[in-house]
């Protein structure tokens, strides 16, 4: 008798570490006679009862006193020790409306020390499994988890279809915005090639001409760098979105997923445990984590509890910005979009009326020197001679210009 109380005793110390706090709590009971939690342990096995679950939306939960893997004490101020977990939640159903709640809080529970190598495995094992079907993962010997074919992690995908979509886009704005930049730079060139025409002409009406239809194009640059001020918030726009909402919405669901899969992995090793307490139950065998006080398995309640905690809140995250992801890719791309053809057609005619309005400057005539050279045609028709050769002939000769046209780009129909 005193070998096997003292051995007893020994195994009753295997707490792995943990402290727990003394305390009372007071909760309300609902109509059924429920505060919102489960229970286990507890006589004949266990000597001790403690909280495997705090359910949502409780008076135990709402309180947030109680958590998985705490012991209860007494009920009532009536102590539990020795009793069954079915005797404690007849003395909770049983008593007054209120009902006066002794425990011992875990206190030291470090998430890392009940995240063990076979937590880790069981989350390698959900990421598998959550790609394959339901007939392959049956072929191969692998459950299926409640959570797994999750449609919030298949929006990864679409993700991906929708950043290549940013990408196109950006490029091709980007690419249509840098082009009328050149061509502004460009109209620029000509203005000020013909305004030097223009000022050596000693016709007045043809000076005239050349130098405001320079300054025509000289104009035209203008209007393009204010085009490119118009879209270049909408490019900045597009490249945010690429660049910031959507990589930190995969940044989101890769963290959503991670603590699903770690939030199974103690599901399953909770039922892990449970089964092998129910196997040697059935054969009348004594477990030594459970004649210890179970605290492994109240460690991994514990920790279950705080991964929920995790995967709920990272849910509501991805909800959330997956949500406002996809209003502002239907609404404000449209609007988007909407303003950047808009901006273009704008620009398109306005320089229609600026060259419109050219039309005034024609005809006009100009006077272009007469070129010849000192050498003669050869026989088949070719100048012979240098450049040097070269000779301007007096008077210059008279030409009248009729129009100049310039190309522009037709966006009515964009």
Same mark, same amino acid.
């Given at each position: 008798l005193l070998n096997l109380f003292l051995s007893k005793s020994l195994m009753e110390e295997d707490n792995l570490g943990l402290k727990t706090l003394p305390g009372t709590?007071?909760?309300?009971? $609902? %109509?059924?006679?429920?505060?919102g939690i489960s229970i286990g342990?507890?006589?004949?096995?266990?000597?001790?009862?403690?909280?495997?679950? =705090?359910?949502?939306? &409780?008076?135990?939960? #709402?309180?947030?006193?109680?958590?998985a893997g705490d012991e209860i004490?007494?009920?009532? @101020?009536?102590?539990?020790?020795?009793?069954?977990?079915?005797? %404690?939640?007849?003395?909770?159903? &049983?008593?007054?409306?209120?009902?006066?709640?002794?425990? /011992? /809080?875990? %206190?030291? =529970?470090?998430?890392?020390? @009940?995240?063990?190598?076979?937590i880790l495995l069981k989350k390698v094992k959900h990421r598998l499994v959550e790609n394959l079907s339901t007939a392959t993962a049956d072929?191969? @010997?692998?459950?299926?988890?409640?959570?797994?074919? $999750?449609?919030?992690?298949? *929006?990864?995908?679409?993700?991906?279809?929708t950043r290549e979509f940013y990408i196109g886009?950006? !490029?091709?704005? &980007?690419?249509?915005?840098?082009?009328?930049? *050149?061509?502004?730079?460009?109209a620029k060139k000509l203005g000020d090639v013909f305004c030097q025409i223009g000022n050596r002409q000693t016709i007045s009406s043809a000076s005239d001409s050349l130098r405001n239809f320079g300054e025509i194009h000289r104009s035209l640059e203008k209007k393009c760098i204010r085009l490119y001020r118009r879209l270049k918030p909408i490019l900045n726009q597009f490249t945010t979105h690429l660049n910031k909402a959507i990589p930190d919405t995969q940044l989101t669901l890769k963290r959503y997923a991670d603590a699903k899969f770690e939030y199974l992995s103690y599901c399953l090793k909770v039922k892990e445990m449970d089964d092998e307490e129910f196997g040697y139950s059935m054969i009348s065998e004594p477990l030594y984590r459970v004649e210890t006080g179970n605290y492994e398995y109240r460690l991994v309640l514990r920790c279950r509890q705080?991964?929920?905690?995790?995967?709920?809140?990272?849910?509501?995250d991805v909800l959330e910005k997956i949500e406002l992801l996809d209003n502002r890719h =239907?609404?404000?791309?449209?609007?988007?979009?909407?303003i950047f053809c808009?901006?273009?057609?704008?620009?398109?005619?306005?320089?229609?009326?600026?060259?419109?309005?050219?039309? !005034?400057?024609?005809?006009?005539?100009?006077?272009?020197?007469?070129? %010849?050279?000192?050498? $003669?045609?050869?026989?088949? @028709?070719?100048?012979?001679?240098? $450049?040097?050769?070269?000779?301007?002939? #007096?008077?210059?000769?008279?030409?009248?210009?009729?129009?100049?046209?310039?190309?522009?780009?037709?966006? *009515?129909?964009?």
């Open positions: 709590v007071t909760l309300a009971k $609902d %109509t059924n006679n429920m505060v342990g507890g006589s004949p096995y266990c000597p001790c009862i403690y909280i495997v679950q =705090v359910f949502d939306d &409780t008076a135990a939960s #709402n309180d947030g006193t109680l958590q004490t007494s009920i009532n @101020g009536k102590s539990v020790k020795g009793n069954s977990k079915v005797m %404690t939640a007849r003395l909770i159903q &049983t008593g007054p409306k209120m009902v006066l709640i002794g425990y /011992k /809080k875990l %206190t030291n =529970v470090d998430p890392k020390q @009940g995240r063990s190598i076979d072929s191969l @010997g692998l459950s299926r988890a409640i959570l797994c074919n $999750d449609t919030l992690l298949k *929006k990864a995908s679409d993700l991906n279809r886009l950006s !490029r091709m704005s &980007t690419h249509i915005a840098v082009c009328f930049m *050149k061509m502004g730079k460009t705080e991964a929920r905690i995790r995967f709920a809140r990272h849910r509501n =239907v609404q404000a791309l449209s609007e988007q979009l909407q808009g901006s273009l057609l704008h620009f398109n005619q306005e320089c229609a009326e600026l060259f419109r309005d050219s039309a !005034r400057l024609f005809p006009f005539q100009a006077e272009i020197p007469s070129i %010849t050279r000192t050498s $003669d045609f050869s026989s088949d @028709g070719v100048l012979e001679g240098d $450049d040097s050769e070269l000779e301007i002939s #007096n008077p210059p000769c008279k030409i009248t210009i009729t129009a100049m046209i310039f190309i522009m780009i037709d966006f *009515k129909n964009i």
